[in-house]
């Protein structure tokens, strides 16, 4: 078993600080995004990489869970620097155990010149501990790369939680960039109704539907909605009135931490859909559970692409897309479901029951492993899913 590792640069004189947290795991790999960004703490990134860990074990933990965060704007000229004085305080950790893909405000080029810096492949830990000569070089060109894919996971436990009753549902979605667009674009094709949108400035209503199409173009590659882009039909008001309109269902997918007590109140819709990390605060979950909203929450909704990944560099790229996926969706669908029915069991918000839920899976005795529908299942507590040989689509 690996410990828990932590690495923090702090340089208050360049208003630069950057953190690593490697969360322990008896897994020989972890893996975890790169969030650069000017709202950066360590709080955070230690959120983020507890959330990355819930995430894996919800689809059988193929490797451990890890996050890194940059305190910096990523246009500041000095972020070349700063990535190189990152990768060199985390070399030990970087070279030997972990690997690190992007996340909100990170871009390919700014990975690149982490492991630039390291003189070693992105995937060079992944190649080395699965023996594997399918493995390519960096993250983007594994197998099993798909459309929208984190948005494909949120349309997944949308679906799974309405029971298939996608067509004509009312949906809200609060942020329109990578997660929210992709998962619009998939509950459109669904026949869903995407009644409302926001960027961090505004948002935009038409409760007889927004055109999908539309609203693809008329946002700009940040996912801010350009106003002189949008269709006529629609109402363009203040960014939070969005949470308060009537719907069926809300997809959280602007950032983190940003519902909180007060504005959770406003929520009106009865299903949540936590797309974003961490996107909702602790208060705002138990004002949500008591007031008997049901919420999905981040670490099912959002943990398609950590899966694909995940399993991907635990097996060397060795897992076929079409098996790789239908483990996902399975898992996904049935984690929507019994993270619900433990909540009301339990009394707790979703996202503690899904701890509780990994905590037990981690510590039962069961050892069986037992086929059902074709994906190999831990007959444990929450029945997460391993991917191999799968071919199950849908669980019910």
């Excluded at 970087?94 to 690190?100: E, G, K, P, Y």
């Excluded at 007060?262 to 961490?278: C, G, Q, T």
Aim: aromatic letters at 4%; charged letters at 25%; glycine letters at 8%.
């Amino acid at each position: 078993m690996r410990s828990r590792q932590e690495v923090a640069i702090e340089d208050e004189t360049a208003g630069f600080a950057a953190y690593l947290v490697v969360e322990a795991s008896d897994k020989d790999i972890s893996f975890g995004g790169t969030r650069i960004d000017p709202s950066v703490t360590r709080d955070m990134v230690v959120d983020l990489a507890d959330t990355m860990s819930l995430k894996l074990a919800g689809h059988g933990s193929p490797v451990g869970g890890a996050k890194a965060g940059l305190r910096a704007a990523p246009d500041d000229p000095r972020l070349k620097l700063f990535l190189n004085r990152f990768a060199e305080a985390c070399r030990d950790l970087l070279s030997s155990t972990t690997i690190l893909g992007k996340d909100m405000g990170a871009k390919q080029w700014m990975l690149d010149e982490i492991y630039r810096a390291l003189q070693i492949p992105q995937l060079a830990v992944a190649r080395r501990q699965a023996g594997s000569t399918r493995c390519p070089d960096r993250l983007a060109d594994l197998d099993g790369y798909i459309q929208n894919m984190t948005g494909q996971g949120v349309f997944w436990s949308t679906e799974q939680a309405l029971c298939d009753a996608l067509a004509g549902a009312r949906i809200l979605i609060q942020g329109f960039g990578v997660v929210g667009s992709g998962a619009a674009w998939h509950l459109h094709r669904a026949g869903a109704k995407i009644v409302g949108a926001s960027d961090h400035l505004k948002a935009v209503l038409n409760p007889d539907g927004l055109g999908v199409d539309a609203l693809m173009q008329a946002k700009d590659e940040s996912g801010i909605l350009i106003e002189q882009r949008l269709p006529a039909d629609c109402v363009v008001t203040d960014r939070d009135e969005l949470l308060g309109q009537s719907a069926d269902v809300l997809i959280l997918a602007a950032g983190s931490y940003l519902v909180d007590g007060n504005n959770a109140a406003r929520i009106r819709a009865p299903l949540v859909v936590e797309a974003a990390n961490v996107a909702i605060r602790a208060e705002a979950r138990k004002a949500l559970h008591d007031g008997g909203v049901r919420v999905v929450p981040d670490v099912v909704a959002n943990s398609s692409s950590a899966a694909m990944v995940a399993h991907q560099i635990a097996s060397g790229n060795t897992i076929g897309p079409q098996a790789l996926w239908a483990g996902i969706e399975a898992s996904i669908r049935r984690n929507t479901d019994a993270v619900h029915r433990l909540s009301r069991e339990w009394d707790l918000d979703s996202r503690n029951a899904f701890r509780r839920m990994a905590e037990a899976e981690r510590t039962c005795a069961i050892p069986a492993e037992q086929i059902e529908g074709g994906v190999p299942i831990r007959r444990r507590v929450s029945g997460f899913a391993t991917v191999a040989n799968s071919k199950e689509v849908r669980t019910r």
